[in-house]
């Protein structure tokens, strides 16, 4: 038996309610802004044969897997790049207690002696090796990401070559990196710099709580920047991807989402470390990851669904214009 589209069984549910019929009539007929004119319903259809066709979650799981590879070089840079920085005086009661409440036991005391041997010791050697093991895993990390944003349709994506490929995904790790970088300072350390701030700078109640929120704002737009340009450069569309497109702004409004319900769930319903002892953080972390690259996918497959039927509507266009 053949199987029926999801977008077929929606429609067909939706035709035995009178009013949600008449949402379908009306997505077959308008638009919304920033679709260049593109029915919501063909976009809908588009989106859902493309994610069936392509296997978003098998793409999502590959690239997942790929940054999560590129995560413990870049912890080695990290602590390495410490040996280099002033450290405050309580360095090393922090690291203890932190790692203690991770892994306690020899295995904490252990995983203590190796970090703090890192932070403290500079090494020229073990930085350059985790900065090219860095690089290195984060790119593969983006050459998969770019073969998901990869489509057949002749008329609105080219090809690139494989030495095209490696460069643009060396530049996306620079670049999306600095943007995580700028967002964890912002996150971890603006309310610390801030509190500091104010204890020289009087200011009222309303001040203070517009000047935080506009923090979690610059954020957000590091967010939308970081997918923006993942969209843009990454894909392989004919006619670059504007800055402002709908699919960033999905994208980011669904990440937001996500990793708010995720950590919702994981702080109440979850139950990781219980089962998995410290390993639950790296299970956590993953399943966090395979999230956000399947909404990096969808946001891409609006980008691609406006694009692809925006160029067969011109092409309709122009054979029409061509045979009067």
């Keep these: 038996m053949k199987k029926i589209a999801l977008i077929e069984r929606v429609e067909r549910y939706f035709a035995e309610h009178p009013v949600l019929e008449r949402i379908v009539q009306w997505a077959k007929t308008h638009s919304l802004p920033g679709l260049k004119r593109i029915p919501l319903y063909n976009l809908l259809v588009f989106i859902e044969k493309e994610t069936q066709e392509d296997a978003i979650v098998t793409r999502a799981n590959s690239m997942a897997f790929s940054f999560f590879m590129a995560i413990f070089p870049a912890i080695i840079v990290l602590f390495t790049l410490l040996a280099y920085t002033p450290l405050y005086d309580n360095f090393d009661d922090v690291l203890r207690n932190s790692i203690q409440e991770i892994m306690p036991g020899n295995a904490g005391n252990m995983l203590f002696r190796t970090?703090?041997?890192?932070?403290?010791?500079?090494?020229?050697?073990?930085?350059?090796?985790?900065?090219?093991?860095?690089?290195?895993?984060?790119?593969?990390?983006?050459?998969?990401m770019m073969r998901g944003l990869e489509k057949n349709y002749k008329t609105t994506f080219k090809k690139r070559t494989a030495f095209q490929k490696r460069l643009i995904a060396i530049?996306?790790?620079?670049?999306?990196?600095?943007?995580l970088v700028a967002s964890v300072i912002l996150v971890i350390l603006g309310n610390t710099i801030l509190s500091f701030v104010f204890q020289y700078i009087k200011v009222d109640i309303f001040t203070k709580f517009a000047v935080f929120a506009f923090r979690w704002v610059v954020v957000l737009l590091l967010f939308y920047a970081s997918f923006s340009t993942i969209y843009r450069f990454g894909s392989s569309t004919r006619r670059p991807i504007p800055f402002f497109n709908p699919g960033a702004l999905l994208a980011t409004a669904l990440s937001v989402l996500t990793s708010w319900g995720f950590s919702f769930y994981v702080?109440?319903?979850?139950?990781?470390?219980?089962?998995?002892?410290?390993?639950?953080?790296?299970?956590?972390?993953?399943?966090?990851?395979?999230?956000?690259?399947?909404?990096?996918?969808?946001?891409?497959?609006?980008?691609a669904g406006i694009a692809v039927l925006r160029d067969e509507r011109l092409e309709k266009q122009a054979k029409a214009n061509t045979e009067s």
């Design 115 to 144: 970090i703090e041997d890192i932070a403290t010791k500079p090494r020229s050697g073990l930085l350059s090796f985790g900065f090219i093991l860095s690089i290195w895993f984060a790119s593969n990390g983006m050459l998969s």
């Design 171 to 179: 530049q996306l790790t620079f670049l999306v990196s600095f943007v």
């Design 267 to 303: 702080d109440n319903f979850g139950n990781y470390n219980k089962l998995y002892g410290s390993i639950g953080t790296l299970i956590v972390l993953m399943v966090w990851m395979q999230l956000n690259c399947m909404i990096l996918l969808i946001g891409f497959e609006l980008n």
